[in-house]
């Protein structure tokens, strides 16, 4: 009997022994196979941190470092560190006032046209030790209130342009091609025969390269044999003068803005279709039972319905706008007199057309900053209010 309980004993020794190294094993083989599908998504998300790191990442931090430095893109100086002087000469602005010249009577002197005369603005910017403040700076533009010309100095005209025409563009064509695109999607949200056949052919200019869209729309505005010229004078019967869309400075900025929407608009138009789609039909029921128009309709079911689309399309039209490049670097490489300048464009032209590798990287920081500041200014008004 004894030796029946000793052999009982070591077999239930044995057997936990098994269970505790098959627990083991099945843990261990658990932690093989988190290991391994680990590794595996690191591996398959590799290529895209690679082209992140090189292509983004790295980029900005080298134009970052750049910018606080004089350094040109081929140049046997080394490199010095010149601090903020970059964001200086980029961004200084000042204002400056005149008054006209007098006569030997003290009086202020007029012109043949009766204007005022004033004293040459370079007197005062051209190394005059009474203005120190002022050496460099040129004329952005002026103003007259009574006898008193004020100018708005400026130590990088062109750049000042390219920043105003920038957000002139984005301030025109954010609302513009968002609500033209929410028009059309409303007018394909049909069930209608062939509708699709629409849907296709507001989409098409999406997906033609913008460069192509660029050179088309060059013909189109051609001052002298241009498709739009020759169409406005068969309607007018002749009498429309052909107008030189691209090299007139009052019309280069309007002509980029209506072809940059019509070739964006379909994507957005997608955009907001699909939103249009994902609102349950019981609500249009529910409101059409309760009396309201289709007005009615839109203003509190449909616009509400869209909110996060509307979120997601206001971003992406805003990012798209202030990358303003293609489009002017094809058709106007910023002219005439600097009308059409982009923030991109200038970017690219000084540093790689005029080797200023240290300028075009202040450039690229400087816009960076304003649109992480317009992203985040836009997502707090856009975001989710308690009620």
């Known amino acids: 009997m004894q030796r029946l309980c000793l052999i009982k004993q070591e077999f239930v020794a044995m057997s936990s022994i098994r269970t505790d190294s098959a627990a083991a094993l099945g843990k261990g083989g658990r932690l093989n ?42 140049s046997p100086n080394t490199p010095e560190f010149v601090g903020t002087r970059n964001f200086t000469d980029l961004m200084t602005l000042r204002t400056f006032s005149l008054e006209p010249e007098l006569d030997a009577n003290g009086q202020p002197v007029v012109d ?10 370079r007197e005062y910017t051209r190394k005059n030790p009474k ?6 700076l040129q004329e952005w533009f002026s103003w007259t209130i009574g006898t008193t010309r004020t100018f708005m100095l400026s130590s990088d005209v062109v750049f000042m342009k390219a920043l ?4 002139f563009f984005v301030i025109v064509i954010v609302p513009g091609q968002g609500g033209m695109a929410l028009i059309l999607a409303l007018l394909i949200n049909q069930k209608l025969r062939g509708i699709n056949i629409f849907r296709t052919i507001y989409f098409m200019p999406v997906v033609v390269s913008m ?3 660029s050179i ?7 001052g002298q044999n241009g498709l739009l010229n020759t169409l406005l004078g068969i309607v007018s019967f002749g009498g429309f003068k052909p107008v030189d869309w691209l090299g007139t400075t009052s019309t280069a900025m309007p002509a980029l803005m209506v072809m940059s929407a019509w070739q964006g608009v379909g994507f957005h138009m997608v955009i907001w279709l699909a939103g249009l789609q994902n609102i349950p039909e019981s609500l249009y029921e529910a409101a059409s039972l309760d009396g309201a128009n289709r007005l009615q309709q839109f203003r509190f079911v449909t616009w509400p319905g869209l909110r996060n689309t509307m979120v997601f399309v206001l971003v992406i039209i805003t990012m798209q706008a202030f990358g303003l490049f293609t489009q002017v670097n094809v058709m106007t490489r910023g002219g005439p007199l600097d009308s059409t300048q ?3 464009l200038q970017a690219v032209q000084r540093g ?10 202040t450039i690229s920081i400087v816009f960076f900053v304003m649109v992480l500041a317009i992203s985040l200014v836009q997502r707090y008004l856009t975001r989710e209010k308690d009620a």
């Not at 090189?54 to 080298?62: H, N, Q, R, Y």
């Not at 043949?112 to 005369?117: D, K, L």
């Not at 790689?352 to 990287?361: F, N, T």
């Open 33 to 74: 196979t988190e290991h391994a599908e680990t590794l595996a998504g690191w591996l398959m998300a590799t290529p895209a941190i690679v082209l992140i790191l090189v292509f983004l990442i790295i980029p900005f931090i080298m134009a970052f470092v750049f910018s606080f430095t004089n350094q040109r893109l081929f």
């Open 112 to 121: 043949e046209e009766g204007n005022y005369v004033y004293p040459r603005l």
């Open 131 to 136: 203005y120190p403040e002022l050496n460099g």
């Open 164 to 167: 105003f025409n920038t957000i």
């Open 211 to 213: 460069v192509v869209v």
């Open 216 to 222: 088309l729309w060059r013909f189109i505005y051609d």
């Open 342 to 344: 982009s923030i991109m």
């Open 352 to 361: 790689y057309e005029k080797l200023d590798i240290s300028g075009g990287s």
